[in-house]
T-cell receptor, first 112, second 114 residues
Framework: SQELEQSPQSLIVQEGKNLTINCTSS?????LYWYKQKYGEGLIFLMMLQKGGEEKSHEKITAKLDEKKQQSSLHITASQPSHAGIYLCGADSTGTASKLTFGTGTRLQVTL | GAVVSQHPSWVICKSGTSVKIECRSL??????MFWYRQFPKQSLMLMATSNEGSKATYEQGVEKDKFLINHASLTLSTLTVTSAHPEDSSFYIC???????????FGPGTRLLV
């Protein structure tokens, strides 16, 4: 079975600072999905990466999938309190998004 | 677009009773819906995959007789926790996909306390 490891497990950054969250897979990824979850709520889709070397950006969040398609990083530039939450990566091992395995999550706090 | 709702958002029930949770895709037809469970400070664990008009596929270790899933239409799936016990207390989240190449869209979750 596919395993996803996220690092760090938790992160506290000062507002305005940059940060990076990593997601490493034990197997080659067909697709890698990044979600954000606020405590006690559902998941908000951020980005999907499918091609090795692919990079996508939305507002101040950039996600990359490495060439070997076994690691992804999520980078937030100039963090804001609204970025606080739990970031989860999800791995697609079938090529159809029909069965996602999730990482353990990274809890982000942004201090003023 | 791609909004998924869940009802109720939270429920408290007595041990031994059954609880039904609804998952609806509001603005699209979902070919497949998924049910996850999340314990505090842990990630999501897939419980079952549900396709409209067919029996759900349960993950290993998930009791199909305890967690009944019905997917009667392309916009509605229900999860019934039968004879709920305190260990069933958790956060239950559903998701749906409208196209096999797209991501899963998640509902807001249902918190169950037994």
């Amino acid at each position: 079975s596919q395993e996803l490891e996220q690092s760090p497990q938790s992160l506290i950054v000062q507002e305005g600072k940059n940060l990076t969250i990593n997601c490493t897979s034990s197997k080659t990824l067909y697709g890698l999905y990044w979600y954000k979850q606020k405590y006690g709520e559902g998941l908000i889709f951020l980005m999907m990466l499918q091609k090795g070397g692919e990079e996508k950006s939305h507002e101040k969040i950039t996600a990359k999938l490495d060439e070997k398609k076994q690691q992804s990083s999520l980078h937030i530039t100039a963090s804001q309190p609204s970025h606080a939450g739990i970031y989860l990566c999800g791995a697609d091992s079938t090529g159809t998004a029909s069965k996602l395995t999730f990482g353990t999550g990274t809890r982000l706090q942004v201090t003023l | 677009g791609a909004v998924v709702s869940q009802h109720p958002s939270w429920v408290i029930c007595k041990s031994g009773t059954s609880v039904k949770i609804e998952c609806r895709s509001l603005d699209f037809q979902a070919t497949t819906m998924f049910w996850y469970r999340q314990f505090p400070k842990q990630s999501l664990m897939l419980m079952a995959t549900s396709n409209e008009g067919s029996k759900a596929t349960y993950e290993q270790g998930v009791e199909k007789d305890k967690f009944l899933i019905n997917h009667a239409s392309l916009t509605l799936s229900t999860l019934t926790v039968t004879s709920a016990h305190p260990e069933d207390s958790s956060f239950y989240i559903c998701s749906a996909i409208r196209d096999i190449q797209e991501t899963q869209y998640f509902g807001p979750g249902t918190r169950l306390l037994v």
